[in-house]
């Protein structure tokens, strides 16, 4: 497997697929934002890869050089493999989309059968900061929760997960 790449690889990775300039801000706000919360959790004594999570941030979205559909994180993630990057990026790649899709989902959204959920610790701080930039542009946690309510619906099972999503992380931060 190989290393993890630096910021500066990563923005190139980015550049050399196509991201459109407008992602690569977004990505690297997120990255930012991710890396920040990962060194808070670390320093609470959680096992958190900080240089995976600011990795991870930064590439999160580079499906998008090639569709911007809920298949950016599935098609990301194909590119990162492709590339001959470590698995656990491929991996915060596919499973960052809104926070987490279960397989049954999936099924019905035209993905591959299987789950896109966040399960480790560097794949759920990704998706959680990633929940919390509209473009280059951080926002509260109650315009994210509007956004998904006016998407989705009051009751549905993502907000349930974006919610859980939230918690975790701040368990991590803050336990």
Do not use: W
Not at 30 to 54: D, F
């Amino acid at each position: 497997m190989r290393k993890i790449p630096s910021r500066e690889e990563c923005l190139k990775i980015l550049e050399s697929v196509g991201a459109p300039q407008n992602v690569i801000k977004h990505c690297i706000a997120v990255s930012r934002y991710a890396r920040m919360l990962a060194e808070k959790a670390a320093r609470k004594g959680n096992r958190v890869n900080v240089r995976l999570v600011e990795a991870g941030g930064l590439l999160h979205d580079i499906g998008r050089a090639r569709t911007h559909g809920v298949d950016h994180g599935v098609v990301g993630a194909r590119i990162i493999r492709t590339m001959g990057l470590p698995e656990e990026i491929a991996l915060i790649v596919e499973r960052h989309v809104g926070a987490g899709i279960p397989k049954r989902e999936a099924e019905a959204l035209g993905l591959p059968a299987r789950d896109y959920l966040p399960l480790t610790p560097e794949e759920k701080i990704v998706a959680h900061a990633d929940n919390l930039f509209f473009g280059g542009r951080k926002v509260s946690m109650d315009e994210v929760i509007e956004r998904f309510k006016a998407e989705l619906g009051e009751g549905s099972d993502a907000l349930k997960r974006l919610r859980k999503l939230q918690k975790d992380v701040e368990a991590l931060i803050d336990p």
